[in-house]
T-cell receptor
Framework: EPEVTQTPSHQVTQMGQEVILRCVPISNHLYFYWYRQILGQKVEFLVSFYNNEISEKSEIFDDQFSVERPDGSNFTLKIRSTKLEDSAMYFCASSIPSGSQVTGELFFGEGSRLTVL | GENVEQHPSTLSVQEGDSAVIKCTYS??????FPWYKQELGKGPQLIID?????GEKKDQRIAVTLNKTAKHFSLHITETQPEDSAVYFCAATETSYDKVIFGPGTSLSVIP
């Protein structure tokens, strides 16, 4: 069964360093998302991406964050200068297969745990 | 913007009993309400969803009800099994491909 894959599974970084989290969405999906989950808390929307541009972003997604789809398969989240409060699990998701009825289901990867020291 | 509340935050039931999780939402424009199950160390996975033109939907042991007037929706799990133990998130969104706003989650423990 197709799945969303994320790398790395865990990254430890120093405050102020740049981090890139990588995702390979399901190949025929059209919408891509990043969510984050601080330990034990709710899953929070960061950004949605469609047709090679950001379609919506939350107030969390400030100038320190950026997303990119550099080729036909990868979808990346970059944090330019990490802060302690960026420590969280970051989930990539994709949805809406092309050419099929809209279902709304988000397919999540297993997450990338970011620890900022 | 949309705000989703969820109760209870933790729930313990005996195997075979039913579990009910309740959610409320604030934005009357929301019309798609998915439920996700998150097992330890994994990403959330959709278990059932309901759209605003439907009041109830059932899939085997899982059912969801929606009261759009009151902005309430609930998840019902019957004949619970230990493998139902997980964190359950309700969510709401205006369009099914738009940002999905999650509730804070309910940690369900099914005691054998």
């Amino acid at each position: 069964e197709p799945e969303v894959t994320q790398t790395p599974s865990h990254q430890v970084t120093q405050m102020g360093q740049e981090v890139i989290l990588r995702c390979v969405p399901i190949s025929n999906h059209l919408y891509f998302y990043w969510y984050r989950q601080i330990l034990g808390q709710k899953v929070e929307f960061l950004v949605s991406f469609y047709n090679n541009e950001i379609s919506e972003k939350s107030e969390i997604f400030d100038d320190q964050f950026s997303v990119e789809r550099p080729d036909g398969s990868n979808f990346t989240l970059k944090i330019r200068s990490t802060k302690l409060e960026d420590s969280a699990m970051y989930f990539c998701a994709s949805s809406i297969p092309s050419g099929s009825q809209v279902t709304g289901e988000l397919f999540f990867g297993e997450g990338s745990r970011l620890t900022v020291l | 913007g949309e705000n989703v509340e969820q109760h209870p935050s933790t729930l313990s039931v005996q195997e075979g009993d039913s579990a009910v999780i309740k959610c409320t939402y604030s934005d009357s424009a929301s019309n798609y309400f998915p439920w996700y199950k998150q097992e330890l160390g994994k990403g959330p996975q959709l278990i059932i969803d309901i759209r605003s033109n439907v009041g109830e939907k059932k899939d085997q042991r899982i059912a969801v009800t929606l009261n759009k007037t009151a902005k309430h929706f609930s998840l019902h799990i019957t004949e619970t099994q230990p493998e139902d133990s997980a964190v359950y998130f309700c969510a709401a969104t205006e369009t099914s491909y738009d940002k999905v706003i999650f509730g804070p989650g309910t940690s369900l423990s099914v005691i054998p």
